[in-house]
């Protein structure tokens, strides 16, 4: 009996001392990112209009009903809403075209050469967000774009190409944001296929298997976890991206670069800034409307994807 | 020769052949990446005057013209118009629609010397004016401070809740391990409006704490790189050393954070151009006096819409640091890439 109570006294005392060493960090966390979850939800239901303004009322359902019927409301939110689904829509085909087919490459390739080319395909993730998309007006806006300049020197275009036009902004957008992740997107498909063992791939080339074949029936299934994690992240990335579209003018002026997070931020500004909306509760409910499906779909691949790995 | 032989051969031959073009067309890609960052060097010499026209390196320096209007030259230059005129030896109001040549005949100063004190700013505009600005310094600093804070403090506490959740499979374990995965289907957007309502209450806008705090409030891959970490380590040491009396304290500060070293340096190389390059936490939470580098570039290129150089000299301020210090440690950034990679 006396060795039982004292082993089990241990293990209370360890995992007392275990809350003691999580607490502090999962304070800041409740904080800043579960606590703000569960703020949203009464602060949907008022009619605040701003960070600045303290008053707020309790209106019900009202904003929900706004921002599907009002016009002064629904001309903020839907447009944006459309603009960040196509610029998912299209940053998820640049995950592929970038970022998967950048690893199948780099996988062909000996180790060393490997790396040199890694740390450049890399570099513009390390860089910011802000920076890429002040990149896009640098070589492409229309009278002094560096690129635009040098394409009419050469005779290539026959005249500047000229972003601010309504489709080509979201385009341009979606260019530079895939560029920019390039990088990541590869590190995430490299890490699945560094996984694979050596001997397989080497008793399938004994085999004169086709690279085709090894594509189907080696390569895919080895990466279809660093799909999953591509998609989330592409997934919920779109729809969070902020820094690409400030950088290339979405505050100021802008307004084809203006996707749902910038809407966001401008509702929550009152409205005596210059890109002030003021409407702050109709921002909160509109983002519950169209984040909470994203999540769970992202929830849904996260879990089919843990699920999979059990199995 | 053999069959075998002659197909070994052609199998390598035509390996051979896809290597190459593998490479010319990566070298082609690489190539491209770096154009925008060889043009904002660049454009950051280039005059507004000139900039329609493509400049393949820094434009030859051109003299400075006379007949310019002082107000408009004071205005592009941002000229610090006191010491401006204590140099030039002029008291009182200067009239802004004169021209340079005029100001020199008003005030009897030789054109000469007018010349001179305008004729760099004809090429180095934009770094004069960036340098000259003393909110660039002070974003510049308190970046610095905040990115070392946030990885210093990200580095105790996440390792701390590496430890905490690595030792024995609790409920409480596991569900806090979730709620931190969470986070990886969270976009800090959804969270911005009702988070600026929480920092209000708890008194934190307008301060750099709240920025610290954010970058230091763990999530996903800090989570999963230091509970792999922790758990990774074997067994036996802390119990040899519970045989010794220590406590895991001890056991954390002596054993633990000198072993999981390479996870301290993956997380170090992730969150470093994380809290870097962040635009949305100064933006939301702070007013333009406390701004970090990059919402001080963002405001600074609205101010100066049109003056090029400055913009492009102010961005290349806030990118060449971070640049230094990737291509200085490109190996250990491309092993914490693919590390976070493999955690997702």
Not at chain 2, 187 to 200: D, F, H
Request: some cysteine; overall charge positive; hydrophobic content about 50%.
């Amino acid at each position: 009996m006396g060795p039982r109570t004292s082993l089990s006294l241990t293990l209370r005392r360890e995992n007392r001392t275990s809350l003691f060493f999580v607490a502090p960090q999962f304070l800041l966390y409740l904080t800043f990112i579960l606590l703000p979850l569960l703020v949203s939800i009464p602060l949907a239901f008022t009619d605040l209009v701003g960070f600045t303004s303290t008053k707020a009322q309790f209106v019900g359902i009202r904003n929900f009903i706004s921002i599907f019927t009002d016009p002064g409301v629904m001309q903020y939110i839907w447009p944006t809403v459309l603009r960040t689904f196509i610029f998912m829509a299209c940053n998820y085909l640049t995950v592929f075209i970038f970022g998967l087919s950048f690893a199948l490459m780099m996988y062909e390739l000996s180790t060393r050469v490997q790396k040199s080319y890694f740390v450049i395909i890399y570099l513009p993730y390390i860089i910011s967000g802000l920076g890429a998309g002040m990149f896009i007006e640098l070589l492409f806006a229309r009278d002094t774009g560096s690129l635009n300049l040098l394409l009419e020197l050469l005779h290539i275009i026959p005249q500047p190409i000229n972003l601010k036009s309504s489709s080509a902004s979201l385009f341009a957008l979606v260019a530079f944001v895939g560029w920019r992740y390039a990088g990541y997107n590869m590190a995430i498909f490299l890490s699945g296929l560094l996984t694979i063992p050596v001997d397989t791939i080497d008793a399938a080339k004994m085999d004169g298997v086709s690279y085709l074949q090894r594509l189907r029936h080696i390569y895919f299934p080895q990466i279809i976890p660093s799909i999953a994690i591509a998609t989330i992240s592409c997934l919920v990335g779109s729809f969070g991206i902020f820094d690409e579209p400030v950088g290339f003018g979405a505050l100021y002026g802008n307004e084809q670069a203006r996707l749902f997070s910038i809407t966001l931020y401008r509702m929550g500004l009152g409205t005596g800034g210059t890109y002030g909306i003021g409407m702050l509760a109709e921002g909160v409910a509109s983002s519950i409307v169209v984040f909470t499906p994203l999540i769970i779909i992202a929830l849904l691949i996260f879990r089919w994807q843990k699920r999979r790995q059990v199995t | 020769m053999s069959a075998v032989a002659v197909h070994r051969k052609q199998v390598a031959a035509r390996r051979a052949i896809a290597v190459v073009i593998l490479v010319v067309l990566l070298s082609l890609y690489a190539l491209l990446t770096l154009t925008p960052f060889y043009f904002l060097f660049i454009r950051s010499f280039v005059p507004t005057a000139e900039s329609a026209k493509f400049h393949a390196w820094v434009p030859p320096n051109r003299e400075f013209n006379l007949d310019a209007r002082f107000g408009n030259m004071a205005t592009f230059f941002n000229l610090d118009l006191p010491k401006f005129k204590k140099d030039m030896g002029i008291s009182g109001y200067i009239d802004t629609n004169l021209t340079i040549r005029e100001l020199a005949e008003t005030y009897t100063i030789p054109p000469e010397k007018l010349r001179a004190y305008f004729q760099p700013f004809y090429l180095f505009n934009g770094w004069l004016n960036i340098l000259r600005s003393a909110e660039a310094y002070r974003s510049f600093i308190a970046t610095v401070c905040v990115t070392a804070l946030a990885i210093v403090l990200g580095t105790l506490l996440g390792s701390a809740t590496g430890l905490g959740l690595s030792r024995f499979q609790r409920k409480w374990q596991s569900v806090l391990y979730t709620l931190y995965l969470l986070q990886m289907v969270i976009p800090g957007v959804i969270t911005m409006l009702p988070s600026y309502i929480i920092v209000r209450t708890l008194g934190l806008t307008n301060t750099y704490t709240v920025l610290v705090l954010g970058a230091i409030s763990g999530g996903a891959l800090s989570t999963m790189i230091f509970t792999s970490a922790a758990a990774g380590i074997p067994r036996e040491m802390q119990e040899s050393l519970k045989v010794d009396g220590g406590g895991m304290f001890t056991y954390y500060h002596s054993i633990m954070l000198p072993l999981i070293k390479p996870a301290i340096g993956a997380f170090s190389l992730i969150t470093l151009p994380q809290v870097w390059n962040s635009l949305l936490g100064s933006l939301l939470y702070n007013k333009s006096g406390k701004y970090l580098l990059m919402a001080f570039i963002s405001s600074f290129a609205g101010n100066y819409s049109t003056n090029y150089q400055a913009i492009y000299a102010g961005l290349a301020i806030a990118l060449l640091p971070l640049l230094a210090l990737y291509v200085g440690l490109q190996n250990l950034f491309v092993r914490a890439a693919l590390a976070g990679a493999v955690k997702g």
